[in-house]
């Protein structure tokens, strides 16, 4: 039994015996890590040597230069674009300051234009008052009257002093007199106040309302200007 034991042994059917090193595993994977570095740098320096040989490299370099080249031009565009806009900003900017300058004079046209009219109204209100040759000092021009409503009456006259000379100023009033009919009788109302005063140098604009009786009708308004002892300096009176 030994002798076929030892003989199997010894045979070529024996079994085979793998006899190993042992090393420690962070050994291992540090020869890994060397083997695997070596094998990239030879495979790199075969690709750099292989365009070396097939006349890639050149290539490359100018390929470069050419990509560089672009960069420098793209970001001289982007410096173009943005002073462009920034122009374009500041141009909007201006246009919208011009716009509203514009509407701003155009409200100051219309408000001047408004003024003026008021003004040539005035000035032809002033033109048919003015005394024509008259050699009173005081003179009343353009009595007008106008009903404003049940028992309401509104008017406007102009007193002047006479042109030409220097004259004192003048200190005042005057009386107002509607005379009509009420109740089928003459019928007469004096209108005489403080609001009623005169104070001017050259000319005195006024205008005002009167109240009367609703009943009253009117025919006819009658003005005397009186200076400040009583006396008076001028009269007029118009129909209605």
Do not use: C
């Not at 290539?59 to 793209?74: F, M, P």
């Amino acid at each position: 039994m030994r002798w076929k034991l030892l003989r199997r042994r010894l045979s070529i059917s024996a079994p085979r015996m793998i006899v190993r090193s042992h090393l420690p595993w962070p050994l291992r994977w540090a020869a890994l890590a060397l083997m695997v570095g070596f094998s990239a740098a030879l495979a790199l320096w075969a690709f750099e040597f292989g365009k070396t040989l097939a006349g890639l490299k050149p290539h490359a370099e100018q390929t470069q230069r050419e990509l560089d080249r672009l960069h420098r031009e793209v970001n001289d565009l982007r410096e173009d674009r943005d002073k462009a806009q920034a122009v374009a900003h500041s141009a909007d900017s201006l246009v919208k300051a011009e716009r509203a300058a514009q509407d701003k004079l155009a409200e100051q046209v219309k408000a001047l234009e408004a003024e003026n009219l008021s003004l040539k109204g005035d000035l032809g209100f002033f033109e048919r008052l003015l005394p024509a040759g008259t050699s009173d000092a005081i003179s009343v021009r353009g009595l007008q009257a106008e009903s404003a409503g049940a028992g309401q009456l509104r008017f406007q006259l102009l007193v002047m002093q006479q042109m030409g000379r220097a004259q004192p100023e003048f200190t005042g009033r005057y009386e107002l007199t509607l005379v009509g009919e009420m109740a089928g009788k003459p019928w007469s109302q004096l209108v005489d106040n403080k609001a009623s005063r005169l104070q001017f140098k050259q000319y005195q604009r006024v205008e005002g309302r009167v109240a009367y009786p609703s009943q009253a009708v009117i025919r006819q308004i009658q003005l005397r200007v009186l200076d400040a002892s009583g006396s008076v300096r001028a009269t007029q009176s118009i129909a209605l």
